[in-house]
Structure formats: structure tokens, C-alpha cells
């Protein structure tokens, strides 16, 4: 009797596999769309300070007139770096877990509720391992909009790394943590429980073709964008904050940035930038999951 072959879900080597190339697909994507991102902080950042019905495309004429292209590039290598460690282990553990789950029912698709823990948790400890290099590509992507006296004119990343541990301490690395691990965790749900979902939907149509992972990860975008946009603008506002003439923080948290968006704001601040946003997050999601599912297929972590 022949024995049956080792599900290679389940060796290290694959597990490693995963976590490479969804790190290299977040590479790619970041370098390409940097400058949408840049552009979208900017739109958070003045919907903040009250502006409203904002034009991206009369923003970005604004910006590269007043600062030149290079500003669309402030806080490039910090995000590099994020992107890659994010997108290694947001996506590369969400697949990790999930393959585990599906050798675990036998090879069969996991349920909604199981993806959605897989994600979640992926999300959460992703953001927690890359928090210092979002902290600064943050900072930096702001610098240009701040008044002269309360730019912090970081040369680089590493210089902004010093700087930021010697100067306010090392747990300043990690502020805005709690947002930031409520929008990866949203980021994340809202992003991969629909793609896997509508793969698997769309499969008895379409077959497992790139015409259906397209489509999939068109749902995957918006789907992370309606998510992750109120966490994430909360995260932009508490992390570039600086103190105001009475030495106090504009914001003490999550709960009061958010409440104070509110009323400040409306419920629409939450989502400031969605348009844009979604310029950002569509095409970043295509090419992250397609280029993902490419590496999978093509080291043979995946069949499909």
C-alpha cells in the first residue's frame, strides 16, 4: 500500500515561503503607490485642521508646485521597510494559520469566523513588529505640513529612529499603537476574508483564473478601505501630533481623537480621503494579493 505524501502546507520551509513573498508583494506595491499615500495623509492632515470638499488633484498640483516631487517621496525608506515586515507577516501569518486550519479539516476551506481570527490576529502582531518605521514614515510624509517652527527636519529614517528614542524615549516608537492595531486589524479583515471568500465563490465560475482573483481582490479593497479608514486617520492625527502652547497633546487616545473627529469633523471625517484612500488601497491590494497568489502558485505553497 502506497503512503500518502506529506501535505506540504505543513513544512517550515513553506511557512517561511509565505511570509518572503507576501513581503516582497508589499514591497512592490509601496514602491509603486508611495506617492497616492503621501497624498492621502496630506488630505487627513487638512481635513484635521478643518478644510473641506478637498481636491486631490488640486492638492497634488499644490504640493508639487510649493515643495517639488521629492515631497511625495518623505518617508520612503521607513515605509519600504514597514511594508515589507507588514506584508510579511499580516498576510504571510494569515496564510500560515490558514493553511495550519485547512490540514487541520482535512484540506477543506476554513469558515468566515476562522478567517476572520486568522486575519485579526496576523493583523494585530504585524503592526506591533513594524510600529517604529510607521511612526516615522508618518512623521515624514507630515514634515512639509506642519508651520517651520514645529518641523523636526529628520535627514533620514535612521536619523528619525535615533532621534525619536533619545528625545521623547523609545515607547515613542510605538505611539499610536493601539489605532494603529485597530486598523490592521480591520485592514486585514476587511482585505482577506473577502478575497478568500469571493475566490471561493466566484471559483465554480470563473475557475481558479486571475480573472477571478482581480475580481476578488476589487471587493478585497473596498471592503478594507471601509474598514480601516477611521482607524487609520486616527492613527495619522495621533501620531504626527505635537504639543500645543499649553504644552498639552491634542489628543489623549484613540476614544478621545476619535470623539473629537466627531465633533470636530462629523461622522464623514472618519472617513476623510476615502476616494483616495481607495485609489491607494485598490491597486495596492491587486498587486499585493495577485503577485502574493503568483509566488504561492509558483513555489508550490498553493495550488490555486
Same mark, same amino acid.
Given at each position: 500500500?502506497?503512503?500518502?505524501?506529506?501535505?506540504?502546507?505543513?513544512?517550515?520551509?513553506?511557512?517561511?515561503?509565505?511570509?518572503?513573498?507576501?513581503?516582497?508583494?508589499?514591497?512592490?506595491?509601496?514602491?509603486?503607490?508611495?506617492?497616492?499615500?503621501?497624498?492621502?495623509?496630506?488630505?487627513?492632515?487638512?481635513?484635521?485642521?478643518?478644510?473641506?470638499?478637498?481636491?486631490?488633484?488640486?492638492?497634488?498640483?499644490?504640493?508639487?508646485?510649493?515643495?517639488?516631487?521629492?515631497?511625495?517621496?518623505?518617508?520612503?525608506?521607513?515605509?519600504?521597510?514597514?511594508?515589507?515586515?507588514?506584508?510579511?507577516?499580516?498576510?504571510?501569518?494569515?496564510?500560515?494559520?490558514?493553511?495550519?486550519?485547512?490540514?487541520?479539516?482535512?484540506?477543506?476551506?476554513?469558515?468566515?469566523?476562522?478567517?476572520?481570527?486568522? #486575519?485579526?490576529? !496576523? /493583523?494585530?502582531? @504585524?503592526?506591533?513588529?513594524?510600529? $517604529? *518605521? +510607521?511612526?516615522?514614515? =508618518?512623521?515624514? &510624509?507630515?514634515?512639509?505640513?506642519?508651520?517651520?517652527?514645529?518641523?523636526?527636519?529628520?535627514?533620514?529614517?535612521?536619523?528619525?529612529?535615533?532621534?525619536?528614542?533619545?528625545?521623547?524615549?523609545?515607547?515613542?516608537?510605538?505611539?499610536?499603537?493601539?489605532?494603529?492595531?485597530?486598523?490592521?486589524?480591520?485592514?486585514?479583515?476587511?482585505?482577506?476574508?473577502?478575497?478568500?471568500?469571493?475566490?471561493?465563490?466566484?471559483?465554480?465560475?470563473?475557475?481558479?483564473?486571475?480573472?477571478?482573483?482581480?475580481?476578488? #481582490?476589487?471587493? !478585497? /479593497?473596498?471592503? @478594507?478601505?471601509?474598514?480601516?479608514? $477611521? *482607524? +487609520?486617520?486616527?492613527? =495619522?492625527?495621533? &501620531?504626527?501630533?505635537?504639543?500645543?502652547?499649553?504644552?498639552?497633546?491634542?489628543?489623549?487616545?484613540?476614544?478621545?481623537?476619535?470623539?473629537?473627529?466627531?465633533?470636530?469633523?462629523?461622522?464623514?471625517?472618519?472617513?476623510?480621503?476615502?476616494?483616495?484612500?481607495?485609489?491607494?488601497?485598490?491597486?495596492?491590494?491587486?498587486?499585493?494579493?495577485?503577485?502574493?497568489?503568483?509566488?504561492?502558485?509558483?513555489?508550490?505553497?498553493?495550488?490555486?
Amino acid at each position: 500500500m502506497s503512503q500518502s505524501k506529506p501535505n506540504p502546507n505543513s513544512s517550515a520551509m513553506n511557512k517561511i515561503k509565505n511570509v518572503l513573498t507576501a513581503g516582497s508583494a508589499g514591497f512592490t506595491s509601496i514602491l509603486t503607490l508611495y506617492p497616492i499615500e503621501t497624498l492621502k495623509t496630506r488630505i487627513q492632515l487638512k481635513s484635521e485642521s478643518g478644510t473641506s470638499k478637498i481636491s486631490p488633484l488640486k492638492l497634488m498640483k499644490e504640493m508639487y508646485k510649493a515643495e517639488g516631487i521629492k515631497t511625495f517621496y518623505m518617508g520612503l525608506g521607513a515605509a519600504l521597510m514597514r511594508q515589507f515586515l507588514f506584508a510579511s507577516f499580516r498576510i504571510g501569518l494569515f496564510y500560515n494559520i490558514s493553511d495550519y486550519l485547512k490540514q487541520k479539516n482535512k484540506g477543506q476551506p476554513i469558515s468566515i469566523g476562522k478567517a476572520a481570527l486568522a #486575519s485579526v490576529s !496576523a /493583523g494585530g502582531t @504585524a503592526i506591533l513588529t513594524v510600529m $517604529p *518605521f +510607521d511612526v516615522v514614515f =508618518v512623521r515624514m &510624509q507630515a514634515e512639509n505640513s506642519l508651520p517651520i517652527e514645529q518641523r523636526r527636519g529628520y535627514t533620514n529614517m535612521f536619523n528619525a529612529l535615533r532621534r525619536i528614542s533619545k528625545e521623547e524615549g523609545i515607547k515613542a516608537l510605538w505611539k499610536g499603537a493601539i489605532p494603529a492595531v485597530a486598523r490592521a486589524m480591520s485592514l486585514n479583515f476587511g482585505m482577506l476574508v473577502p478575497y478568500e471568500m469571493c475566490k471561493g465563490f466566484l471559483a465554480p465560475y470563473l475557475g481558479h483564473t486571475y480573472a477571478n482573483y482581480i475580481i476578488s #481582490s476589487g471587493f !478585497a /479593497g473596498f471592503g @478594507a478601505s471601509i474598514c480601516a479608514l $477611521p *482607524f +487609520d486617520n486616527a492613527k =495619522v492625527k495621533l &501620531q504626527k501630533q505635537t504639543p500645543g502652547a499649553d504644552g498639552k497633546l491634542p489628543y489623549r487616545g484613540l476614544i478621545d481623537c476619535m470623539a473629537k473627529t466627531l465633533a470636530k469633523e462629523g461622522v464623514r471625517g472618519y472617513w476623510a480621503g476615502f476616494w483616495t484612500f481607495y485609489s491607494f488601497i485598490f491597486p495596492q491590494t491587486v498587486m499585493i494579493l495577485l503577485i502574493n497568489d503568483f509566488l504561492r502558485i509558483t513555489l508550490g505553497i498553493s495550488k490555486a
